[in-house]
């Protein structure tokens, strides 16, 4: 059925705003309206092109396990291969070191054995959403790992959480961690040949989603959201006042009380979200080893403001001096203090003739804790969609990964619409 009568609004033009317009296209809506308060469609997908090629801002890669990621990269015709993404493992002081200690080789293999029957015991953590989340996930994934004795496999897992902005795993969730590193993702990760590393960029992929949407507006701030006495919801903007039948809201939900009028318990849900803040920064570099390098000793929640990973992207297939490097804003440390760390870290990776290219800073991974978990924050949002006459997409609604945005944005068009 047509369903050219229905006025659907989508604000934010991220992965899971085009995902939702792509997939409300396919079910017959032909008067969508995507509002982008920035003047590019991606969000956290942002790629920037130096010399010719393309390098990554916010979102990194995308790995073999991401199903629907590579159904909509097919249908876009984005299959090129792209760099190869190799990578070592250095301690502060910018020595390779082993990712495990030979010492903890024989506990790393008895605890990776007993890995796929433990995680098998959380397969709804692959559903859309986190309302049905066992209980047991709610407390810090490193108490959780404690408790199920994975004292080696913790610190694996903490190398692919935390260095890309997700966080201390000492803090964060369990159900967080294994929306990113279920079994499946976590061995994509460690067999690290087979990601994906797009040639032309992970913006890529949303431009050409976003080129399909029948109406999108770039540098359109969405100020205000009120449901009418009609039914319609009235979203007052940058460009005007607008009129839908539906609004699906997939920006920042801490902004949105600012928005919208809401009852006072439903605001203070709102306002348990938290989130990370975190910067990549690009640098021109020479002599840096051709290889993405991970630095564990710069992971914990004490060590904010250093650098925890670099990206060497096209090492395999081009001569380059830009590399990424990623860290998690500090309190505690200035803007020139923290420049002054990773450039010192740089050089003591061999770097020579470091020069700040660009950097980019994130409000990252919107996420509650324990004690909202254990409230029952995320049975009480799902509760809330279309009460306001909006609905919620995003990266608080699934984990923000490329795949996680996917699932959700298709399963709430499939609810819903």
């Known amino acids: ?22 997939e409300l296209g396919k079910k017959g809506y032909r008067n969508v309206t995507i509002l982008e308060k920035g003047d590019r469609v991606g969000g956290k997908c942002h790629s920037i092109e130096y010399k010719g ?24 015709g984005l299959r090129d291969k792209g760099p190869l993404l190799e990578r070592g493992f ?14 903890q080789l024989s506990d790393f293999a008895r605890e990776f054995k007993r890995l796929p ?7 709804a953590i692959k559903d859309p959403g986190l309302a049905h989340i066992p209980s047991e996930l709610y407390k810090p994934f490193a108490a959780w790992c404690d408790e ?29 961690v294994m929306k990113l590193l279920n079994y499946d993702n976590l061995m994509s990760f460690i067999e690290i040949t087979h990601m994906i590393s797009w040639p032309k960029g992970v913006t890529e992929l949303v431009k050409r989603m976003g080129d399909q949407a029948s109406d999108l507006r770039l540098t359109c701030g969405v100020n205000r959201i009120a449901r009418e006495e009609t039914g319609r919801v009235r979203v007052e903007t940058d460009q005007g006042t607008l009129y839908f ?43 840096m080893p051709k290889l993405s390098g991970y630095i564990p000793g710069n992971m914990g929640p ?43 870290t740089l050089a003591g990776l061999g770097g020579e003739n470091i020069r700040l290219y660009m950097m980019k800073r994130w409000s990252h991974f919107p996420h509650v804790d324990t004690a909202a978990l ?24 699934n984990f923000p990964t490329l795949e996680n945005c996917i699932i959700y944005a298709r399963a709430l068009v499939q609810r819903f619409f």
């Open 1 to 22: 059925m047509i369903k050219d009568g229905e006025k659907i609004g989508i604000v934010g033009a991220g992965i899971s705003g085009v995902t939702l317009a792509y």
């Open 90 to 103: 250095f301690d502060r002081d910018g020595h390779k070191i082993s990712q495990i200690p030979v010492e």
């Open 302 to 344: 004490g060590r904010k403001g250093r650098m925890m990973a670099w990206y060497y992207r096209w090492a395999d297939l081009a001569e380059t001096d830009l590399i990424t490097v990623y860290v998690a804003e500090s309190d505690s440390m200035s803007d020139q203090e923290m420049r002054e760390s990773i450039e010192a």
């Open 117 to 123: 029957e433990l995680l098998g015991r959380f397969e």
């Open 245 to 287: 039948d539906k609004v699906i809201y997939t920006a920042s939900l801490r902004d949105l009380p600012e928005k919208t009028d809401l009852a006072p318990a439903d605001r203070k849900l709102f306002e348990s979200i938290i989130d990370e803040r975190f910067r990549v920064y690009a640098y021109r570099v020479d002599n």
């Open 148 to 176: 199920n004795g994975l004292l080696v496999l913790k610190q694996v897992f903490m190398h692919y959480f935390s260095a890309f902005g997700f966080g201390s795993i000492d803090e964060v969730p369990a159900a967080y």
């Open 374 to 397: 254990q409230s029952g924050f995320y049975a009480r949002l799902e509760r809330l969609q279309g009460k306001y006459g909006i609905y919620f997409a995003g990266e608080i609604m």
């Open 53 to 76: 090629k393309t390098y990554e801002m916010g979102a990194l890669i995308g790995l073999p396990s991401y199903k629907m990621t590579m159904e909509l990269m097919e249908e876009f």
